[in-house]
């Protein structure tokens, strides 16, 4: 990919101004994209695969590298029409723009502690070489310091800052940006072809990648079919709010008009991204420090059999068998399976955490780290570590007809089927146990 990179970087001269796509790959309503094209002439949009990341995946069917390269694809069409392209890099972002001499580049915030660690080394070499590094608020509605406390300190309780958030919204925070009017700034160029997955190092995923609509009846019904998993009662968004391929903007236009009950998730989400930012040390330790003192089991066997969806419980079975197979799981399944890895099996939940990095299509940092620390107890306004879900009572109430369960767990109710690795009420006296034990030190 050397070469590649090499007779890319000569087609970028000293008067071309950069727009950086990352978690935002889309023309239309793209805060950066806008900003470049109002602000500069001959704007090169630009994507990098971005080897530090990629080298880190386990799997070459990785279904997220094949939604990016698809999202590029569907750009690359549409800058087509315009006479433009985008130019496609692969290999650590530094290094290639140390390469570079852009009049300017435009990007839109990463929060991520990765993501914020690259921002600052690529704004270095820029700045070395006077050429300017804009980015702005695009991945989320109210980002950083935005919603915070009379104080000014960061909200560490959802419904408080669920509040706020609402009291300090504006019209202008839902301002569409209509980026997809001015391509017309963009460098005129023939179109350059995209590298193949194969040579980034991947295949194609076999899985089905979600489609870029917002489904608006599911939307409308979204507080009464939420927490049924047999049934299409999600969005299904998820993977677009990871990559930018939907504005959050227009999701939270349609939200307030449509569903609160949907709006509050998109909030949970915001909540999310601003922990991350203020608490970046969440990414690998727990938010609640006392936490890190509990003595898990981290038994490998049992591990493995919740990883397969062979624990004998029915509805954890199959939420971790639908994420197996599909690269997506109910979240009312995601909770029950994050409660039984950390309380029945007493299980790290970095270890889940880790397991649903590498398998779910939508996974996002900010948002499952806070998941699966709510699950556990450790992290900010989690549930109380006496709280532990009976996966039984579970599947009663979420799957009666056991419809769900059926799906994924074809063999339930036969011979076949796995015996309970871990008694119910055994586990759920032994992590209260423990709990208590570790966190009363």
Known sequence: MTERNHSLLEKIDPNTCIFWFRRDLRLKDNRGLFQALTEQGNVQPIFIFDSNILEQLEDSDDARVSFIHE?????????KKVGATILVFYGKPVD????????????????EPYGIERDAAVEKVLSARKAGFKTFKDLVVLEKSEVTKDDGKPYTVFTPYSRKWLSVLKDSDLKECPSEKHLDKLKKHSQVSL??????????TKL??????????????????????????????????RFGTVSIRSLVVFAKKE???????????????MILF???????????????????RNNVKEFEAWCAGKTGYPMVDAGMRELNQTG??????????????????????????????????????AS???????????????APYFRVFNPTLQMEKFDPKLDYVRRWVPEYGSKDYVKEIVNHKMARDRVIKVYKEALTE
């Not at 999202?71 to 800058?79: F, N, Y």
Request: with cysteine; hydrophobic share 45%; glycine share 6%.
């Open 278 to 296: 203020h608490f970046p040390h969440v990414a690998g330790a727990s938010f609640k420090a006392a936490y890190d003192r509990i003595e898990w």
């Open 96 to 111: 290639i723009f140390k390469k570079m001499q852009p009049a300017a580049v435009y990007a839109n915030h990463d929060y």
């Open 368 to 382: 499952n780290n806070g998941g699966w620390q709510w699950a556990a107890g450790s992290g900010c306004d989690a």
């Open 208 to 241: 089905a990648l979600p489609e870029r609509i917002i489904p608006a009846g599911v939307v409308r019904k979204y507080d009464k079919t939420r927490d049924i998993p047999s049934i299409l009662g999600t969005s299904r968004l998820g993977i677009h709010l």
């Open 259 to 273: 569903n609160k009950t949907w709006l509050n998730e998109l909030i949970w989400r915001e909540f999310y991204q």
């Open 71 to 79: 999202s590029l694809e569907h750009i690359q069409a549409e800058l």
């Open 328 to 365: 997506f799981m109910h979240n009312r399944a995601r909770m029950i399976v994050a409660s039984f890895l950390t309380k029945h099996l007493l299980i790290d939940w970095r270890w889940g955490e880790a397991y649903f990095a590498r398998k779910l299509m939508d996974f996002e940092l």
């Open 195 to 204: 590298p193949t997955l194969e040579q980034i190092g991947f295949t194609r």
